[in-house]
Protein backbone atom coordinates (compact mmCIF):
# COMPACT_ATOMS: atom_id res chain seq x y z
CA UNK A 1 0.00 0.00 0.00
CA UNK A 2 2.93 2.37 0.91
CA UNK A 3 4.16 1.55 -2.56
CA UNK A 4 1.29 2.66 -4.33
CA UNK A 5 0.62 5.73 -2.52
CA UNK A 6 4.47 6.58 -3.38
CA UNK A 7 3.86 6.47 -6.73
CA UNK A 8 0.58 8.35 -6.30
CA UNK A 9 2.86 11.26 -4.70
CA UNK A 10 4.95 11.12 -7.40
CA UNK A 11 2.10 11.37 -9.74
CA UNK A 12 0.54 14.50 -8.35
CA UNK A 13 3.84 16.17 -8.53
CA UNK A 14 4.70 15.68 -12.37
CA UNK A 15 1.16 15.61 -13.01
CA UNK A 16 0.70 19.21 -11.55
CA UNK A 17 3.84 20.58 -13.68
CA UNK A 18 2.17 18.73 -16.58
CA UNK A 19 -1.27 21.16 -16.01
CA UNK A 20 0.60 23.91 -15.98
CA UNK A 21 1.58 23.36 -19.54
CA UNK A 22 -2.04 22.14 -20.27
CA UNK A 23 -3.33 25.52 -19.31
CA UNK A 24 -0.87 27.56 -20.91
CA UNK A 25 -1.92 25.46 -24.32
CA UNK A 26 -5.44 25.87 -23.28
CA UNK A 27 -4.85 29.95 -23.03
CA UNK A 28 -3.68 30.32 -26.60
CA UNK A 29 -5.71 27.81 -28.16
CA UNK A 30 -8.56 30.03 -26.91
CA UNK A 31 -7.65 32.81 -27.98
CA UNK A 32 -6.57 31.70 -31.26
CA UNK A 33 -7.68 28.41 -32.66
CA UNK A 34 -3.83 27.28 -32.32
CA UNK A 35 -1.48 24.90 -30.61
CA UNK A 36 2.09 26.41 -29.47
CA UNK A 37 4.37 23.50 -29.28
CA UNK A 38 6.50 26.28 -27.73
CA UNK A 39 4.73 26.16 -24.56
CA UNK A 40 7.56 23.40 -23.20
CA UNK A 41 10.47 25.88 -24.11
CA UNK A 42 8.45 28.74 -21.73
CA UNK A 43 8.86 25.96 -18.82
CA UNK A 44 12.55 25.30 -19.38
CA UNK A 45 13.12 29.28 -19.55
CA UNK A 46 11.62 29.44 -15.88
CA UNK A 47 14.05 27.32 -14.36
CA UNK A 48 17.00 27.97 -16.60
CA UNK A 49 16.90 32.40 -15.94
CA UNK A 50 15.89 31.65 -12.34
CA UNK A 51 19.07 29.50 -11.74
CA UNK A 52 20.97 31.53 -13.40
CA UNK A 53 19.82 35.11 -12.10
CA UNK A 54 19.95 33.13 -8.62
CA UNK A 55 23.78 31.77 -8.96
CA UNK A 56 24.82 35.53 -9.87
CA UNK A 57 23.36 36.72 -6.61
CA UNK A 58 19.83 37.28 -6.53
CA UNK A 59 17.32 36.43 -4.06
CA UNK A 60 15.89 33.18 -4.71
CA UNK A 61 11.96 35.11 -4.98
CA UNK A 62 13.44 37.71 -7.08
CA UNK A 63 14.89 35.43 -9.41
CA UNK A 64 11.90 33.95 -9.96
CA UNK A 65 10.14 37.16 -10.80
CA UNK A 66 12.47 37.94 -13.08
CA UNK A 67 12.42 34.58 -15.00
CA UNK A 68 8.91 35.21 -15.36
CA UNK A 69 8.66 38.21 -16.60
CA UNK A 70 11.37 38.31 -18.86
CA UNK A 71 9.65 34.43 -20.00
CA UNK A 72 6.45 36.45 -20.59
CA UNK A 73 7.81 39.23 -22.82
CA UNK A 74 9.34 36.68 -24.75
CA UNK A 75 5.91 35.25 -25.28
CA UNK A 76 4.79 38.89 -26.40
CA UNK A 77 7.44 38.70 -28.74
CA UNK A 78 6.88 35.75 -30.28
CA UNK A 79 3.10 36.68 -30.44
CA UNK A 80 4.38 39.70 -32.55
CA UNK A 81 7.21 38.85 -34.94
CA UNK A 82 6.59 35.04 -35.87
CA UNK A 83 2.22 34.65 -35.34
CA UNK A 84 0.96 38.04 -36.11
CA UNK A 85 2.96 38.62 -39.51
CA UNK A 86 1.01 35.09 -40.31
CA UNK A 87 -1.82 35.68 -39.13
CA UNK A 88 -3.84 34.79 -42.50
CA UNK A 89 -2.13 31.34 -43.16
CA UNK A 90 -3.44 28.02 -42.05
CA UNK A 91 -3.77 26.95 -38.86
CA UNK A 92 -0.89 24.48 -39.83
CA UNK A 93 1.05 26.39 -40.67
CA UNK A 94 1.10 28.82 -37.76
CA UNK A 95 1.33 25.61 -35.40
CA UNK A 96 4.55 25.10 -37.54
CA UNK A 97 5.66 28.46 -36.79
CA UNK A 98 5.72 27.43 -33.24
CA UNK A 99 7.51 24.29 -34.03
CA UNK A 100 10.17 26.34 -35.26
CA UNK A 101 10.18 28.79 -32.41
CA UNK A 102 10.65 25.79 -29.77
CA UNK A 103 13.83 24.63 -31.64
CA UNK A 104 14.94 28.02 -32.01
CA UNK A 105 14.49 28.64 -28.66
CA UNK A 106 16.18 25.71 -27.32
CA UNK A 107 18.89 26.26 -29.24
CA UNK A 108 19.46 29.75 -28.13
CA UNK A 109 19.13 28.76 -24.35
CA UNK A 110 22.46 26.29 -25.50
CA UNK A 111 24.30 28.96 -26.41
CA UNK A 112 23.64 31.78 -23.74
CA UNK A 113 23.74 29.18 -20.50
CA UNK A 114 24.86 26.08 -20.84
CA UNK A 115 24.83 22.28 -21.92
CA UNK A 116 24.54 21.11 -18.11
CA UNK A 117 21.82 20.20 -15.96
CA UNK A 118 21.01 22.27 -13.04
CA UNK A 119 18.81 23.07 -9.94
CA UNK A 120 18.35 25.43 -7.23
CA UNK A 121 16.81 25.42 -3.68
CA UNK A 122 13.59 24.33 -2.93
CA UNK A 123 11.49 26.96 -1.29
CA UNK A 124 10.38 25.25 1.64
CA UNK A 125 13.98 22.86 2.32
CA UNK A 126 14.15 19.13 1.54
CA UNK A 127 13.03 17.63 4.35
CA UNK A 128 10.53 14.94 3.66
CA UNK A 129 6.92 14.64 5.14
CA UNK A 130 5.67 11.24 5.67
CA UNK A 131 2.18 9.93 5.08
CA UNK A 132 1.31 6.40 5.11
CA UNK A 133 4.54 4.95 5.03
CA UNK A 134 5.19 6.91 1.85
CA UNK A 135 6.94 10.44 1.68
CA UNK A 136 6.27 13.48 -0.30
CA UNK A 137 8.59 16.45 -0.43
CA UNK A 138 7.28 19.99 0.64
CA UNK A 139 8.54 21.62 -2.93
CA UNK A 140 5.41 18.84 -4.58
CA UNK A 141 3.21 21.09 -2.81
CA UNK A 142 4.61 24.05 -3.94
CA UNK A 143 4.28 22.84 -7.25
CA UNK A 144 0.55 21.31 -6.73
CA UNK A 145 -0.42 24.58 -4.97
CA UNK A 146 0.29 26.60 -8.05
CA UNK A 147 -1.62 24.33 -10.85
CA UNK A 148 -4.91 24.54 -8.52
CA UNK A 149 -4.56 28.41 -7.62
CA UNK A 150 -3.26 29.08 -11.62
CA UNK A 151 -6.50 26.66 -12.45
CA UNK A 152 -8.87 28.79 -10.18
CA UNK A 153 -7.53 31.91 -11.27
CA UNK A 154 -8.09 31.29 -15.11
CA UNK A 155 -11.44 29.96 -14.10
CA UNK A 156 -12.30 33.13 -12.55
CA UNK A 157 -11.10 35.20 -15.61
CA UNK A 158 -12.49 33.32 -18.39
CA UNK A 159 -16.20 33.30 -16.59
CA UNK A 160 -16.20 36.19 -14.48
CA UNK A 161 -14.21 39.22 -16.05
CA UNK A 162 -15.30 41.03 -19.15
CA UNK A 163 -11.38 40.53 -20.88
CA UNK A 164 -11.55 37.03 -19.98
CA UNK A 165 -15.27 36.37 -22.06
CA UNK A 166 -13.26 39.06 -24.69
CA UNK A 167 -10.89 35.81 -25.19
CA UNK A 168 -13.51 33.49 -25.49
CA UNK A 169 -15.22 36.04 -27.95
CA UNK A 170 -12.20 36.44 -29.85
CA UNK A 171 -11.45 32.39 -29.82
CA UNK A 172 -15.46 31.78 -31.16
CA UNK A 173 -15.28 34.51 -34.16
CA UNK A 174 -12.23 37.08 -34.56
CA UNK A 175 -14.17 39.06 -36.85
CA UNK A 176 -17.43 39.70 -35.01
CA UNK A 177 -15.01 40.12 -31.73
CA UNK A 178 -12.94 43.12 -33.81
CA UNK A 179 -17.20 44.37 -34.83
CA UNK A 180 -18.64 44.41 -31.54
CA UNK A 181 -15.05 46.41 -30.42
CA UNK A 182 -12.52 44.11 -28.89
CA UNK A 183 -9.17 44.54 -29.68
CA UNK A 184 -8.57 41.41 -31.17
CA UNK A 185 -4.41 42.15 -31.43
CA UNK A 186 -4.49 43.01 -27.64
CA UNK A 187 -6.39 39.87 -26.61
CA UNK A 188 -3.96 37.81 -28.37
CA UNK A 189 -0.94 39.26 -27.09
CA UNK A 190 -1.96 39.16 -23.38
CA UNK A 191 -2.63 35.55 -24.71
CA UNK A 192 0.39 34.59 -25.11
CA UNK A 193 1.92 36.67 -22.24
CA UNK A 194 -0.25 35.18 -19.80
CA UNK A 195 0.78 31.24 -21.61
CA UNK A 196 4.53 31.71 -20.87
CA UNK A 197 4.48 33.62 -17.55
CA UNK A 198 2.47 29.94 -16.05
CA UNK A 199 4.74 27.78 -18.50
CA UNK A 200 7.54 29.83 -16.43
CA UNK A 201 6.19 29.51 -13.28
CA UNK A 202 5.73 25.68 -13.72
CA UNK A 203 9.28 25.66 -14.90
CA UNK A 204 10.55 27.89 -11.56
CA UNK A 205 8.10 25.31 -9.29
CA UNK A 206 9.50 22.33 -10.77
CA UNK A 207 13.07 22.72 -11.36
CA UNK A 208 13.96 21.57 -7.05
CA UNK A 209 12.35 18.28 -8.36
CA UNK A 210 12.92 17.70 -11.56
CA UNK A 211 15.91 19.94 -12.86
CA UNK A 212 16.41 21.72 -15.67
CA UNK A 213 18.33 22.03 -18.82
CA UNK A 214 18.33 23.45 -22.14
CA UNK A 215 16.93 20.64 -23.67
CA UNK A 216 13.71 19.74 -21.17
CA UNK A 217 11.24 21.40 -23.02
CA UNK A 218 10.10 19.40 -25.56
CA UNK A 219 9.30 16.94 -22.82
CA UNK A 220 7.27 19.04 -21.04
CA UNK A 221 5.33 20.41 -24.18
CA UNK A 222 4.11 16.89 -25.54
CA UNK A 223 2.83 15.41 -22.27
CA UNK A 224 1.46 19.01 -21.36
CA UNK A 225 -0.24 18.82 -24.82
CA UNK A 226 -1.42 15.05 -23.92
CA UNK A 227 -3.07 16.37 -20.85
CA UNK A 228 -4.30 19.15 -22.85
CA UNK A 229 -5.83 16.25 -25.36
CA UNK A 230 -7.32 14.34 -23.01
CA UNK A 231 -9.07 16.96 -21.10
CA UNK A 232 -10.25 18.50 -24.05
CA UNK A 233 -8.64 21.08 -26.16
CA UNK A 234 -9.70 24.23 -24.53
CA UNK A 235 -11.17 23.46 -21.56
CA UNK A 236 -9.01 24.81 -18.72
CA UNK A 237 -11.03 21.58 -16.26
CA UNK A 238 -9.71 19.44 -18.70
CA UNK A 239 -6.12 20.64 -18.57
CA UNK A 240 -6.38 20.52 -15.06
CA UNK A 241 -7.96 16.77 -15.03
CA UNK A 242 -5.64 15.97 -18.54
CA UNK A 243 -2.72 16.89 -16.79
CA UNK A 244 -2.69 15.06 -13.57
CA UNK A 245 -3.89 12.22 -15.29
CA UNK A 246 -0.92 11.90 -17.64
CA UNK A 247 1.04 12.46 -14.43
CA UNK A 248 -0.26 9.48 -12.58
CA UNK A 249 -0.24 6.95 -15.77
CA UNK A 250 3.27 8.22 -16.37
CA UNK A 251 4.08 7.24 -12.62
CA UNK A 252 2.09 3.74 -12.38
CA UNK A 253 3.89 3.09 -15.51
CA UNK A 254 7.41 3.92 -14.16
CA UNK A 255 6.77 2.10 -10.89
CA UNK A 256 4.86 -1.33 -12.16
CA UNK A 257 6.27 -1.88 -15.29
CA UNK A 258 9.41 -0.24 -16.24
CA UNK A 259 10.59 3.55 -16.36
CA UNK A 260 11.96 2.61 -19.98
CA UNK A 261 8.37 2.96 -20.61
CA UNK A 262 7.04 6.01 -18.74
CA UNK A 263 7.47 8.35 -21.53
CA UNK A 264 5.67 5.81 -24.02
CA UNK A 265 2.47 6.41 -22.03
CA UNK A 266 1.45 10.26 -23.16
CA UNK A 267 1.87 8.95 -27.14
CA UNK A 268 -0.37 5.94 -26.29
CA UNK A 269 -2.97 8.22 -24.54
CA UNK A 270 -2.52 10.72 -27.17
CA UNK A 271 -3.62 8.33 -29.72
CA UNK A 272 -5.85 6.36 -27.89
CA UNK A 273 -7.74 10.14 -27.62
CA UNK A 274 -7.59 10.65 -31.33
CA UNK A 275 -9.08 7.32 -32.33
CA UNK A 276 -11.58 7.12 -29.50
CA UNK A 277 -12.41 10.17 -28.06
CA UNK A 278 -11.45 13.51 -29.96
CA UNK A 279 -13.37 16.26 -28.07
CA UNK A 280 -11.23 14.80 -24.90
CA UNK A 281 -12.63 14.22 -21.65
CA UNK A 282 -14.48 17.65 -21.22
CA UNK A 283 -14.34 19.07 -24.58
CA UNK A 284 -17.71 19.44 -26.43
CA UNK A 285 -18.32 18.16 -30.40
CA UNK A 286 -18.22 20.82 -32.67
CA UNK A 287 -20.49 21.14 -35.79
CA UNK A 288 -19.78 23.89 -38.55
CA UNK A 289 -22.51 25.47 -40.96
CA UNK A 290 -22.21 24.68 -44.50
Known amino acids: MSELLQFLFSGVTIGAVYALVALGFTIIYNASDVVNFAQGEFVMLGGMITWFAHAAGLPLPLA ?9 CLGVAMNKLMIEPARGAPVVSLIIITIGASIFIEGAAQLVFDKQIHSF ?100 ALKGFAGAMLGGMGNPK ?53
Do not use: C, H
Request: hydrophobic share 55%; glycine share 12%; proline share 3%.
Open 64 to 72: ALIAIAATA
Open 121 to 220: PAFSGDAPIRVGGATILPQSLWVTGGAIAVFVGLWLFFTRTLLGRAVLATSNNRLAAQLVGINTTFVMTLSFALSAAIGALAGVLATPITLTSYGVGIGF
Open 238 to 290: GALVGGFAIGMIEALTAGYLSSQYKDAAAFVVILAVLFFLPQGLFGRTSTDRV
